[in-house]
């Protein structure tokens, strides 16, 4: 559905994007992580022909993207900041605009609105709209045109966690509907429950790439197996044969509470390759 190859970006004589390369099958949920000024948002509007780029080639459903006519882009949906949000207008007003344009017929937008849950707010103006209800309004616009790819640039930053567990849903349930879904976060736990594949983006470069389960097993170094014990005690013992008799000799005499393997998180692996943690744009404000 989406291969990038080469792919340089620069602005100013700075070097933003270095030798990216991708190939994102359809079905799948893509994620894109990196911090705050890695790159991903640029990669993004390249990808989706917003952007010019200095070296490479990305093809979007098979063709140059420079190639895509009206008809591919009228498949392509993207979710990026607050694209796209008339403040003074309603919410039904909002997706109105939006039907018109890619010529949507106005039954999907009561139906579009009951999906995200934006029902009994369908006349309130944008404006007035929590940054939760917000999020559920850019994801209805695009969903609303049923996209064959979706471009999700960190839908769930600074939601609350039920908003978040509601807007992930949204996102699963597009994806088992068949569409491909090319998401950016710097939320490594988010990534980790959501995607299918990651990619790690760091000043410019991907530094690693996989399934986040299969990422987080290759960079398993310690391979220790931890144990809390009902006498409050924490154990930690070495993988192998000699731990399992002790396990199964606690376990036996009721003594283990909790136990777990020492597995790293995305996190942990990126800190591990870059020395630094991923930090959103208000985090790194601060630092």
């Known amino acids: ?4 190859s080469g792919i340089t970006k620069s602005f100013a004589g700075k070097q933003v994007l270095s030798g990216i390369d991708l190939d994102i099958k359809a079905g799948r949920i893509f994620g894109l992580l990196g911090p705050s000024g890695a790159g991903k948002t640029t990669l993004i509007k390249i990808i989706t022909g917003q952007m010019g780029f200095d070296d490479g080639e990305v093809r979007v459903f098979g063709k140059n993207v420079k190639e895509l006519n009206g008809d591919d882009k009228k498949q392509i949906g993207i979710m990026m900041d607050n694209h796209g949000i ?9 997706l109105k605009i939006f039907a018109d344009i890619y010529g949507v017929d106005h039954s999907k937008i009561g139906e579009t609105l009951a999906k995200v849950g934006l029902s009994e707010s369908r006349r309130k103006p944008a404006m007035k709209l929590s940054k939760g209800m917000r999020a559920r ?18 839908p769930t930053s600074g939601l ?5 567990k509601y807007i992930h849903k949204l996102i699963t349930d597009q994806r088992d509907m068949g569409c491909t879904i090319f998401l950016t976060t710097h939320n490594m736990e988010e990534a980790a429950s959501l995607c299918d594949e990651v990619a790690l983006l760091n000043e ?3 530094i690693e790439r996989g399934a986040p389960e299969e990422i987080c097993r290759r960079y398993n170094h310690q391979k220790t197996i931890n144990l809390h014990l009902s006498s409050g ?3 930690e013992v070495i993988h192998g044969m000699d731990s399992a008799k002790i396990i199964s000799t606690l376990m ?3 003594k283990v509470e909790t136990i777990h ?7 942990t692996v990126f800190i591990e390759l870059t020395g630094r943690k991923i930090e959103s744009d208000e985090e790194a404000k601060y630092a």
């Open 252 to 254: 036996e005499q009721g």
């Open 160 to 164: 609350d966690p039920m908003t978040m």
């Open 86 to 94: 008339y403040e003074r207008f309603s919410c039904a007003d909002n």
């Open 233 to 235: 005690e924490d154990i």
């Open 137 to 154: 309004l850019q994801l209805a616009r695009v969903l609303m045109i049923s996209p064959k790819i979706l471009f999700l640039d960190e």
């Open 1 to 4: 559905m989406i291969k990038a």
């Open 261 to 267: 393997s020492s597995e790293p998180t995305l996190e």
């Open 204 to 206: 410019g470069k991907i």
